[in-house]
C-alpha cells in the first residue's frame, strides 16, 4: 500500500511544482521548463523533481540557476497547499531522456537508404 500512497504523492508534487513554474515564478532566466517526473523518498523527507529544458546547453544552466533560486519559494508553495504531514525538501535534477531519444533517432534515420525502393534487397 505504501507504493500506491508515495506514487499519488509523487504525481501530486509534480502536478503542482508544473503549475507553480507556469503561473508563479517569474524569473526570465525560467526558460521552456518541463516537469518530467518526481521520486520521492519512502520517509517524504527528499523529492527528487527531473525536469527538462527546452533549448541549448546554454538554456538549462540558466533555467537551472532560475530553478536553485526559486526553490524556497516552490517548496514554501508546496507546504501551503499540500495536505501533507512533511513537505519533502527538493533537488532539481536534469532529464535529458527526450534530448537522448532524439538524438537516437535521428542517427536510426540517418541508417536507413533513401533512395532504396521498400521491399527490394540492397
Same mark, same amino acid.
Given at each position: 500500500?505504501?507504493?500506491?500512497?508515495?506514487?499519488? &504523492?509523487?504525481? #501530486?508534487?509534480? +502536478? !503542482?511544482?508544473? *503549475?507553480?513554474?507556469?503561473?508563479?515564478?517569474?524569473?526570465? /532566466?525560467?526558460?521552456?521548463?518541463?516537469?518530467?517526473?518526481?521520486?520521492?523518498?519512502?520517509?517524504?523527507?527528499?523529492?527528487?523533481?527531473? &525536469?527538462?529544458? #527546452?533549448?541549448? +546547453? !546554454?538554456?538549462? *544552466?540558466?533555467?537551472?540557476?532560475?530553478?536553485?533560486?526559486? /526553490?524556497?519559494?516552490?517548496?514554501?508553495?508546496?507546504?501551503?497547499?499540500?495536505?501533507?504531514?512533511?513537505?519533502?525538501?527538493?533537488?532539481?535534477?536534469?532529464?535529458?531522456?527526450? +534530448?537522448?531519444?532524439?538524438?537516437?533517432?535521428?542517427?536510426?534515420?540517418?541508417?536507413?537508404?533513401?533512395?532504396?525502393?521498400?521491399?527490394?534487397?540492397?
Amino acid at each position: 500500500m505504501q507504493g500506491k500512497r508515495l506514487e499519488r &504523492v509523487n504525481q #501530486l508534487i509534480k +502536478e !503542482e511544482i508544473s *503549475a507553480v513554474l507556469q503561473r508563479q515564478v517569474k524569473d526570465p /532566466r525560467l526558460g521552456f521548463v518541463t516537469v518530467t517526473e518526481v521520486d520521492t523518498t519512502a520517509d517524504l523527507k527528499l523529492s527528487r523533481v527531473y &525536469v527538462s529544458v #527546452l533549448g541549448p +546547453e !546554454e538554456q538549462w *544552466a540558466k533555467s537551472f540557476k532560475a530553478l536553485e533560486s526559486a /526553490r524556497g519559494f516552490v517548496w514554501n508553495w508546496l507546504r501551503k497547499h499540500l495536505d501533507l504531514r512533511v513537505t519533502p525538501q527538493l533537488a532539481f535534477r536534469p532529464d535529458r531522456s527526450m +534530448e537522448h531519444a532524439a538524438h537516437i533517432q535521428s542517427l536510426l534515420a540517418g541508417l536507413r537508404p533513401d533512395d532504396a525502393p521498400a521491399g527490394s534487397d540492397e
